[in-house]
């Protein structure tokens, strides 16, 4: 017999008791450090394998480390709805950042299971392990995993310790070799679904707990060297001076004023060193990184023009030495339009006035690698000052069980479209 789904109310204190259990688990105490292949993941992954298995899930950790879940549906062969996230962390991260998103997974299938509502299509949870990409120079790798684009080069990626991501596999408990079995068969998933705070203000704001994610937005970033001469800051005259640090302040207000011409792009220098960096020394040299992201391919192309064009020109008028040497660039991956429509009707379903906000996201997320060989789509979650990355990072219990309320609904509707 189909019994009622849980409240919001229920869901919301079922997340964060069991957001408190997940988070035990760090490699550094008194924060949450949970880095990719760490003796913490490695708890952490055997602690959502138990949870899916109480859910009603059949789950195992993958050969990359992993943690998936399956229940299967109604319909025998039918393409699988995934609902994924991480839960990996930066160093001394924040609660919610990717956690969320996996604990919602498993407490819809634990609500569907316990309602005795069976799916037309199997229903699958996935925790990935590799989204931060702090440990390794990676790239969501855990996910491109089952993308099937894995890039072998990574397992000889060493960390900060010299320990190749191979070893460190083997080490956990994972499989080098079985990572290539993990990719996808094209059609055998209809959907990827992604719970994640904003991490950022648009939604606190604007007043709304719960927004649509319409693209996760293109970046490009670029480490710049200009190279002035050094001089004592006592007897060289300002009208003499080559100051690098002065030409490179003034690019990096230029960069603001690029981005700031763009909509909805943003830009910042996030590392600034003078050379020598002595107080009574006019910096001969200065390096900076620059960060640059919009939600069109398009507009980071026009950013990077006028970037090049306006440092160049303050490069020039100062009698600077410039170089700009682009090291990581990713394009935009917009959200299944179709998908979109499908959580509005989620958000709907609910019965509250939910505006159904729709915003491009300025974080990379693992739906940009499942992007490419399924349809995907972002139910982004309020989240106090859009503060992440960072012990500070919070959110209301009530917003989070909305967020798997309207998760709920949303897999509902897909299994109504199903018929």
Known sequence: MTQTLPSATVLGARAFAALAGLNRFSDELGKLTRLYLSPAHRQAAEWVKGAMEVAGLTAFIDAAGSVQGRREGTVPGAPAVLIGSHIDTVKDGGRFDGNLGVVAGILAAQALRDAGIALPFPLEVVAFGDEENVRFPTHLSTSEALAGHYDPAWLEARDSEGVTLSDALVAFGGNPAGIAALARKPGSIRAYLEVHIEQGPVLEAENEPVGIVTTINAQSRARVRVTGEAGHAGTVPMRLRRDALAAAAEMALALEEIATGHELAVATVGVLRPDPGATN?????????????????????????????????????????????????????????????????????????????????????????????????????????????????????????????????TLLELAERSK
């Open 281 to 409: 020394v006019v910096p001969g040299a200065a390096e900076f990184t620059i960060d640059y992201r919009a939600p069109e391919n398009a507009t980071l192309a026009a950013m990077e023009a006028a970037i090049r064009e306006r440092f160049g020109a303050i490069a020039a008028r100062r009698g600077v030495g410039l170089e700009i040497a682009p090291y990581a660039k990713a394009e935009a991956v917009p959200m299944d339009a179709r998908l979109q429509d499908v959580l509005a009707a989620g958000m709907a379903r609910c019965g509250s006035n939910l505006a159904a906000r729709r915003l491009p996201s300025g974080a990379g997320h693992d739906a940009m690698a499942i992007a490419a060989i399924a349809p995907v789509a972002m139910l982004f979650v309020r989240n106090e000052k859009g503060i992440s990355h960072s012990p500070l990072e919070t959110m209301t219990e009530a917003d989070a069980g909305l967020a798997i309320k309207v998760l709920l609904e």
